[in-house]
């Protein structure tokens, strides 16, 4: 899977999106410290350790290097997207549990985490490994790097 570049200065709107999901009781926010177990927990349920272990880093910097989409009702996560995990500049992981998908919250997700990293002072964002790519470039614009296969995961062990 190859990387890609996202442009944050030329980032779309979130605003739409994140209403349409609070109207549906789902909202998207940076969780604290202390949710930090909650958080790993879910995310080694649903995704495995790799992305468990990713996200543990995304709580060790201030801000919070993570976005968790929740559902205000049912009192539970419903998906999740980090950046500043692995390597400075690159978002990811991300994930949306499997029965919530298609409702916009991988998107929402994705262009919080953007949002951020620009706020940051980021100009541009890499996503390691992107699996669909065409959701990466319909949301963000994302475009492809050149030779980036097998990326800075190719030694993992």
């Known amino acids: 899977m190859p990387d890609m570049l996202v442009k944050l200065y030329k980032l779309p709107s979130g605003e739409k999106?994140?209403?349409?999901?609070?109207?549906?009781?789902?909202?998207?926010?940076?969780?604290?410290t202390p949710n930090r177990s909650k958080v790993t927990d879910w995310v080694y349920e649903q995704f495995g350790e790799g992305w468990s272990n990713e996200i543990a880093a995304a709580f060790t910097r201030h801000p919070v290097g993570c976005f968790i989409a929740y559902d205000v009702n049912k009192?539970?996560?419903?998906?999740?997207?980090?950046?500043?995990c692995t390597y400075k500049a690159y978002f990811g992981p991300t994930g949306v549990d499997e029965?919530?998908?298609?409702?916009?919250?991988?998107a929402a997700l994705l262009i919080r985490c953007m949002e951020a990293m620009r706020d940051e002072g980021y100009a541009y964002a890499i996503i390691g490994g992107a699996g669909p790519v065409n959701f990466y470039s319909k949301?963000?614009?994302a475009t492809v790097i050149e030779d980036?296969?097998?990326?800075?995961?190719?030694?993992?062990i």
């Open 17 to 32: 999106l994140y209403k349409k999901l609070a109207s549906e009781g789902v909202r998207i926010l940076r969780p604290m």
């Open 139 to 141: 949301v963000v614009g």
């Open 75 to 84: 009192k539970r996560i419903l998906g999740f997207a980090g950046y500043d």
């Open 148 to 156: 980036s296969v097998p990326g800075i995961y190719a030694d993992l």
């Open 99 to 106: 029965d919530e998908r298609g409702r916009g919250i991988g």
